[in-house]
Nanobody, 124 residues
Framework: HVQLVESGGGSVQAGESLRLSCAVSGYTFSSYCMGWFRQAPGKAREAVAGLLLGGSNTYYADSVKGRFTVSLDNAENTLYLQMNGLKPEDTALYYC??????????????????RGQGTQVTVS
């Protein structure tokens, strides 16, 4: 039973930073990819950032490149998303997610099998 539990969301001013955390249990880290996607009201889901677990490949949406960093602490079973230089357009519900089907495009496009309950990020 896979469980992904996000934390670290909140309300900040434009230009500030937040770090989201995702505690992972019941998921084998030899599986394929993990990442974050976001959903804002009235907007399509957007894959934000992620990594392929078999190597060091990371991927980012163009809208967050240079500002967001995804990382994985295997010892702590925790996935992180460091968000710097936040903008109002980053406001959304952020989900931690994982997939084990072994298809790169599923990961890049944010089509994950498993996801957490989401954490709200509001930037004003």
């Amino acid at each position: 039973h896979v469980q992904l539990v996000e934390s670290g969301g909140g309300s900040v001013q434009a230009g500030e930073s937040l770090r989201l955390s995702c505690a992972v249990s019941g998921y084998t880290f030899s599986s394929y990819c993990m990442g974050w996607f976001r959903q804002a009201p009235g907007k399509a889901r957007e894959a934000v950032a992620g990594l392929l677990l078999g190597g060091s490949n990371t991927y980012y949406a163009d809208s967050v490149k240079g500002r967001f960093t995804v990382s994985l602490d295997n010892a702590e079973n925790t996935l992180y998303l460091q968000m710097n230089g936040l903008k109002p357009e980053d406001t959304a519900l952020y989900y931690c997610a994982a997939d084990d089907r072994g298809v790169d495009s599923y990961c890049y496009m944010g089509y994950y099998t498993y996801r957490g309950q989401g954490t709200q990020v509001t930037v004003s």
